[in-house]
Protein backbone atom coordinates (compact mmCIF):
# COMPACT_ATOMS: atom_id res chain seq x y z
CA UNK A 1 0.00 0.00 0.00
CA UNK A 2 1.57 3.60 -0.99
CA UNK A 3 1.56 6.35 1.36
CA UNK A 4 -0.35 9.57 0.00
CA UNK A 5 2.00 11.71 -1.62
CA UNK A 6 2.89 15.50 0.18
CA UNK A 7 0.37 18.61 -0.68
CA UNK A 8 1.25 20.87 -3.12
CA UNK A 9 1.76 24.70 -1.63
CA UNK A 10 -1.70 25.40 -3.44
CA UNK A 11 -3.56 22.05 -1.77
CA UNK A 12 -1.47 23.12 1.78
CA UNK A 13 -2.85 26.41 1.76
CA UNK A 14 -6.40 25.14 0.78
CA UNK A 15 -6.38 22.77 3.54
CA UNK A 16 -5.22 24.97 6.27
CA UNK A 17 -7.95 27.56 4.85
CA UNK A 18 -10.72 25.00 5.48
CA UNK A 19 -9.75 24.69 8.66
CA UNK A 20 -10.76 27.98 9.27
CA UNK A 21 -6.75 29.22 9.40
CA UNK A 22 -6.23 32.60 8.65
CA UNK A 23 -4.89 32.62 5.03
CA UNK A 24 -1.88 35.53 6.33
CA UNK A 25 -1.24 33.14 8.71
CA UNK A 26 -1.22 30.19 6.91
CA UNK A 27 1.04 31.95 4.19
CA UNK A 28 3.72 32.86 6.86
CA UNK A 29 3.90 29.91 8.74
CA UNK A 30 4.21 27.95 5.52
CA UNK A 31 7.06 29.82 4.80
CA UNK A 32 8.51 30.07 7.84
CA UNK A 33 7.87 25.46 7.61
CA UNK A 34 9.88 26.03 4.43
CA UNK A 35 13.01 27.79 5.07
CA UNK A 36 11.89 30.69 3.31
CA UNK A 37 11.64 34.64 4.58
CA UNK A 38 8.35 36.09 5.69
CA UNK A 39 8.20 38.44 2.83
CA UNK A 40 8.39 35.88 0.30
CA UNK A 41 4.73 35.40 -0.30
CA UNK A 42 4.46 36.14 -3.92
CA UNK A 43 7.05 33.08 -3.66
CA UNK A 44 4.25 31.11 -2.81
CA UNK A 45 2.06 32.15 -5.62
CA UNK A 46 4.64 31.39 -8.07
CA UNK A 47 5.36 27.61 -7.07
CA UNK A 48 1.76 26.84 -5.80
CA UNK A 49 2.25 23.49 -7.63
CA UNK A 50 5.48 22.41 -5.80
CA UNK A 51 4.81 19.52 -3.45
CA UNK A 52 6.10 19.81 -0.20
CA UNK A 53 8.67 17.53 1.47
CA UNK A 54 6.90 14.91 4.08
CA UNK A 55 8.62 16.95 6.56
CA UNK A 56 7.71 20.28 5.56
CA UNK A 57 3.90 19.55 5.77
CA UNK A 58 3.83 17.92 8.79
CA UNK A 59 5.69 20.95 10.26
CA UNK A 60 2.93 23.30 8.83
CA UNK A 61 0.31 20.93 9.97
CA UNK A 62 1.74 21.18 13.27
CA UNK A 63 2.14 24.89 13.49
CA UNK A 64 -1.37 25.45 11.85
CA UNK A 65 -2.69 23.38 15.11
CA UNK A 66 -1.12 25.56 17.40
CA UNK A 67 -2.09 28.62 15.71
CA UNK A 68 -5.73 27.88 15.81
CA UNK A 69 -5.17 26.81 19.51
CA UNK A 70 -4.34 30.94 20.18
CA UNK A 71 -0.62 30.57 19.77
CA UNK A 72 0.54 34.20 18.21
CA UNK A 73 2.00 33.82 14.91
CA UNK A 74 5.33 35.49 15.88
CA UNK A 75 6.22 33.13 18.31
CA UNK A 76 5.67 29.99 15.73
CA UNK A 77 7.82 32.07 13.66
CA UNK A 78 10.02 33.24 16.15
CA UNK A 79 10.17 36.85 14.67
CA UNK A 80 8.27 39.83 14.33
CA UNK A 81 8.39 43.56 11.78
CA UNK A 82 8.26 46.60 14.29
CA UNK A 83 9.03 49.92 12.76
CA UNK A 84 11.57 48.37 9.93
CA UNK A 85 13.24 46.14 12.64
CA UNK A 86 12.93 42.37 12.56
CA UNK A 87 12.84 41.06 16.09
CA UNK A 88 13.11 37.58 17.28
CA UNK A 89 10.34 37.35 19.78
CA UNK A 90 9.12 34.06 21.82
CA UNK A 91 6.76 33.56 25.16
CA UNK A 92 9.18 35.07 27.00
CA UNK A 93 7.88 38.59 25.62
CA UNK A 94 5.14 40.56 23.87
CA UNK A 95 4.64 40.48 20.55
CA UNK A 96 5.17 43.71 19.51
CA UNK A 97 1.62 45.13 17.87
CA UNK A 98 1.61 47.64 14.87
CA UNK A 99 -0.10 50.32 16.88
CA UNK A 100 2.75 50.96 19.03
CA UNK A 101 4.71 51.99 16.29
CA UNK A 102 2.60 55.09 16.84
CA UNK A 103 4.67 55.56 20.51
CA UNK A 104 7.67 55.40 18.35
CA UNK A 105 6.49 57.91 15.84
CA UNK A 106 5.54 60.46 18.84
CA UNK A 107 8.62 60.09 20.10
CA UNK A 108 11.18 60.86 17.34
CA UNK A 109 9.23 63.80 16.57
CA UNK A 110 9.23 64.93 20.42
CA UNK A 111 13.14 64.35 20.10
CA UNK A 112 13.45 66.86 17.40
CA UNK A 113 15.98 69.58 18.26
CA UNK A 114 17.50 67.48 20.60
CA UNK A 115 21.34 66.99 20.22
CA UNK A 116 22.26 63.59 22.34
CA UNK A 117 18.99 63.46 24.14
CA UNK A 118 18.45 60.81 27.00
CA UNK A 119 15.58 58.60 26.65
CA UNK A 120 14.59 55.66 29.09
CA UNK A 121 12.51 52.93 27.68
CA UNK A 122 10.19 51.33 30.84
CA UNK A 123 9.25 48.17 30.47
CA UNK A 124 11.57 47.15 27.09
CA UNK A 125 10.17 43.60 26.44
CA UNK A 126 11.49 43.09 23.03
CA UNK A 127 13.52 46.01 22.87
CA UNK A 128 11.21 47.32 20.18
CA UNK A 129 10.62 50.54 20.99
CA UNK A 130 14.03 51.10 22.53
CA UNK A 131 15.58 49.37 19.15
CA UNK A 132 13.49 51.62 16.82
CA UNK A 133 14.48 55.06 18.83
CA UNK A 134 17.95 53.80 18.24
CA UNK A 135 18.24 53.20 15.11
CA UNK A 136 15.88 56.61 13.74
CA UNK A 137 18.37 58.19 16.32
CA UNK A 138 21.88 56.98 16.36
CA UNK A 139 23.05 60.25 18.35
CA UNK A 140 20.51 58.91 21.44
CA UNK A 141 21.74 57.90 24.95
CA UNK A 142 18.64 55.24 25.33
CA UNK A 143 18.14 53.09 28.42
CA UNK A 144 15.83 50.37 28.87
CA UNK A 145 14.62 48.86 31.73
CA UNK A 146 12.38 45.73 32.61
CA UNK A 147 11.41 43.65 35.67
CA UNK A 148 12.02 40.05 33.68
CA UNK A 149 15.20 38.76 33.40
CA UNK A 150 14.09 36.66 30.39
CA UNK A 151 12.56 39.29 28.37
CA UNK A 152 15.87 41.18 28.78
CA UNK A 153 18.00 38.22 27.13
CA UNK A 154 15.36 38.60 24.13
CA UNK A 155 15.91 42.40 23.98
CA UNK A 156 19.82 41.84 24.66
CA UNK A 157 19.51 39.38 21.93
CA UNK A 158 18.14 41.88 19.81
CA UNK A 159 19.99 44.50 20.42
CA UNK A 160 23.02 42.28 19.64
CA UNK A 161 22.02 40.62 16.20
CA UNK A 162 20.70 44.17 15.05
CA UNK A 163 24.39 46.19 16.21
CA UNK A 164 22.22 48.69 17.95
CA UNK A 165 23.84 49.87 21.54
CA UNK A 166 20.70 50.77 23.77
CA UNK A 167 21.60 50.20 27.43
CA UNK A 168 19.72 47.42 28.83
CA UNK A 169 19.31 47.20 32.58
CA UNK A 170 16.94 44.86 35.07
CA UNK A 171 14.65 47.03 36.95
CA UNK A 172 11.47 47.94 37.90
CA UNK A 173 9.94 51.13 36.21
CA UNK A 174 11.85 54.46 37.39
CA UNK A 175 13.50 52.80 40.43
CA UNK A 176 17.37 53.58 40.63
CA UNK A 177 16.83 55.44 37.32
CA UNK A 178 19.10 58.38 36.39
CA UNK A 179 17.44 62.20 35.96
CA UNK A 180 17.40 64.50 33.52
CA UNK A 181 15.31 62.83 30.98
CA UNK A 182 14.95 63.98 27.55
CA UNK A 183 12.14 61.38 27.18
CA UNK A 184 10.69 59.12 28.94
CA UNK A 185 8.31 56.14 26.35
CA UNK A 186 6.86 52.93 27.93
CA UNK A 187 3.77 50.94 26.95
CA UNK A 188 3.49 49.43 30.02
CA UNK A 189 0.49 46.88 31.15
CA UNK A 190 -2.81 48.42 30.70
CA UNK A 191 -5.48 45.31 31.07
CA UNK A 192 -8.17 45.32 33.60
CA UNK A 193 -6.98 42.15 35.49
CA UNK A 194 -10.65 41.01 34.70
CA UNK A 195 -10.56 42.45 31.02
CA UNK A 196 -12.56 39.40 29.24
CA UNK A 197 -10.14 39.65 26.34
CA UNK A 198 -7.87 38.32 28.82
CA UNK A 199 -7.83 34.60 27.65
CA UNK A 200 -7.35 35.21 24.17
CA UNK A 201 -3.84 36.40 25.38
CA UNK A 202 -2.97 33.94 27.40
CA UNK A 203 -0.15 32.70 25.52
CA UNK A 204 1.76 35.72 25.94
CA UNK A 205 3.32 36.85 29.50
CA UNK A 206 0.26 37.65 31.96
CA UNK A 207 3.03 40.16 33.81
CA UNK A 208 3.39 42.24 30.40
CA UNK A 209 -0.20 42.57 30.29
CA UNK A 210 -2.98 43.40 33.29
CA UNK A 211 -2.42 45.60 35.63
CA UNK A 212 -4.78 46.29 38.49
CA UNK A 213 -8.87 46.33 39.02
CA UNK A 214 -8.98 49.21 36.12
CA UNK A 215 -5.16 48.48 34.30
CA UNK A 216 -3.87 51.54 35.44
CA UNK A 217 -1.63 50.61 38.47
CA UNK A 218 1.58 51.01 36.73
CA UNK A 219 0.70 53.89 34.34
CA UNK A 220 0.28 55.63 38.00
CA UNK A 221 3.08 54.26 39.27
CA UNK A 222 5.10 55.91 36.35
CA UNK A 223 3.27 59.13 36.37
CA UNK A 224 3.48 59.59 39.40
CA UNK A 225 7.46 58.92 39.71
CA UNK A 226 8.42 60.20 36.16
CA UNK A 227 8.51 64.19 37.32
CA UNK A 228 11.89 63.61 39.69
CA UNK A 229 13.60 61.52 36.38
CA UNK A 230 12.43 64.28 33.51
CA UNK A 231 14.63 67.25 32.48
CA UNK A 232 12.88 70.37 32.43
CA UNK A 233 10.80 70.19 29.13
CA UNK A 234 11.30 66.67 28.97
CA UNK A 235 7.98 64.37 27.52
CA UNK A 236 6.87 61.73 29.30
CA UNK A 237 4.74 59.27 26.60
CA UNK A 238 2.75 56.14 27.28
CA UNK A 239 0.84 53.43 25.46
CA UNK A 240 -2.78 52.61 26.88
CA UNK A 241 -6.04 51.14 26.32
CA UNK A 242 -7.81 51.88 23.77
CA UNK A 243 -10.51 53.34 26.49
CA UNK A 244 -8.41 54.82 28.52
CA UNK A 245 -6.94 58.11 27.05
CA UNK A 246 -9.16 60.79 29.12
CA UNK A 247 -8.61 58.57 32.30
CA UNK A 248 -4.91 58.58 31.54
CA UNK A 249 -4.73 62.31 30.54
CA UNK A 250 -6.26 63.30 33.52
CA UNK A 251 -3.65 61.86 35.70
CA UNK A 252 -0.85 63.19 33.86
CA UNK A 253 -3.15 66.98 34.27
CA UNK A 254 -3.07 66.43 38.05
CA UNK A 255 0.31 65.02 38.37
CA UNK A 256 1.32 68.48 37.04
CA UNK A 257 2.51 67.89 33.43
CA UNK A 258 1.61 70.48 30.52
CA UNK A 259 0.59 70.27 27.04
CA UNK A 260 -1.40 66.85 27.99
CA UNK A 261 -2.36 64.96 24.98
CA UNK A 262 -3.46 62.05 22.87
CA UNK A 263 -2.36 60.17 19.56
CA UNK A 264 -4.38 58.06 17.73
CA UNK A 265 -3.21 54.84 16.23
CA UNK A 266 -4.11 52.81 12.72
CA UNK A 267 -7.54 52.72 13.51
CA UNK A 268 -8.22 56.22 14.63
CA UNK A 269 -8.65 55.52 18.55
CA UNK A 270 -6.48 57.44 20.68
CA UNK A 271 -3.60 54.69 21.96
CA UNK A 272 -0.90 56.95 23.05
CA UNK A 273 -0.65 60.03 25.45
CA UNK A 274 1.57 62.04 27.13
CA UNK A 275 2.75 65.27 28.91
CA UNK A 276 5.38 67.78 28.87
CA UNK A 277 7.21 68.40 32.31
CA UNK A 278 8.63 72.23 33.59
CA UNK A 279 10.63 71.97 36.50
CA UNK A 280 9.49 75.48 37.01
CA UNK A 281 5.99 76.27 37.22
Known amino acids: MTSNPSPTIAKALADAAARGADRLDAQLLLLHALGRASDERAWLLTHDTDPLLPAQADAFAR ?5 MAGEPVAYLVGEKEFHGLLLQVD ?15 WAIACLTGHMEPRVIDLGTGSGAIALA ?12 VDASADALDVARANGERLGLPVRFALGNWLEGAGTQYTLI ?3 PPYIAERDPHLPALAHE ?8 HDGLDDIRTIIDSAPAHLADGGWLLLEHGYDQSSAVKALLS ?7 QSR ?11 GKWHAVK
Open 63 to 67: ACARR
Open 91 to 105: SRVLVPRPDTETLVD
Open 133 to 144: LQKERPDLQIHA
Open 185 to 187: VSN
Open 205 to 212: PLSALASG
Open 254 to 260: KAGFDEV
Open 264 to 274: TDLAGIERCSG
